[in-house]
């Protein structure tokens, strides 16, 4: 991170990152942030995904602001690492920081999302955010947060025409 920063806070939620820029995943204690995190993990490059995906921060995760920008970052102790239910914290390909793009609330299966919503937002100390529902263990859950990470909260790698 670059020069002094005007705010930092810790909060609960896994962090990952793709083509330059960062989803912040919040939901509550076993609502399936690490689970989706590694699916997203999982996923190979594709001409839909031409970027890596990579975790930031599992559990807990530093948002910084610099001056116009909100920046995630993991707290030294658990960087490159995520914790895998029913096997323990496990190293994975881990970026230091990045740029927040998308935070995505995760819900559950009786909260209706709709099929064509006004952008909703979030603001973390003056700056707004992108935001999006998504129930975690849907199939395309995955698909959804990166593609939303592509088209709304502007990580590059976007396919135009091929």
């Not at 699916?39 to 839909?48: F, I, T, Y």
């Not at 930031?56 to 602001?65: E, F, G, K, N, P």
């Not at 030294?76 to 323990?88: H, K, L, M, P």
């Not at 998504?134 to 790698?157: C, D, H, Y």
Request: net charge negative.
């Amino acid at each position: 991170m670059s020069g002094g920063a005007d705010f930092a806070s810790t909060i609960h939620g896994t962090a990952i990152a793709m083509g330059g820029k960062a989803v912040l995943l919040r939901g509550p204690p076993g609502a399936g942030k690490s689970d989706l995190a590694l699916r997203c993990l999982s996923l190979g490059r594709s001409e839909l995904f031409p970027e890596q995906v990579y975790l930031v921060s599992d559990d807990r995760v530093i948002v910084t602001r610099e001056r116009d920008d909100l920046i995630v970052s993991s707290p030294s102790r658990i960087w490159g690492n995520i914790e895998i239910r029913g096997i323990g914290i496990v190293p994975v390909p881990s970026h230091t920081s990045a740029q927040l793009g998308l935070v995505v609330d995760l819900v559950g299966g009786d909260q209706p999302i709709e099929r064509l919503p006004d952008p909703v937002t979030v603001e973390f100390e003056g700056i707004v955010i992108p935001l999006l529902n998504v129930r975690p263990f849907e199939a395309s859950a995955v698909v959804k947060v990166l593609m939303a990470l592509q088209v709304i909260g502007g990580a590059t790698g976007t396919v135009q025409d091929v």
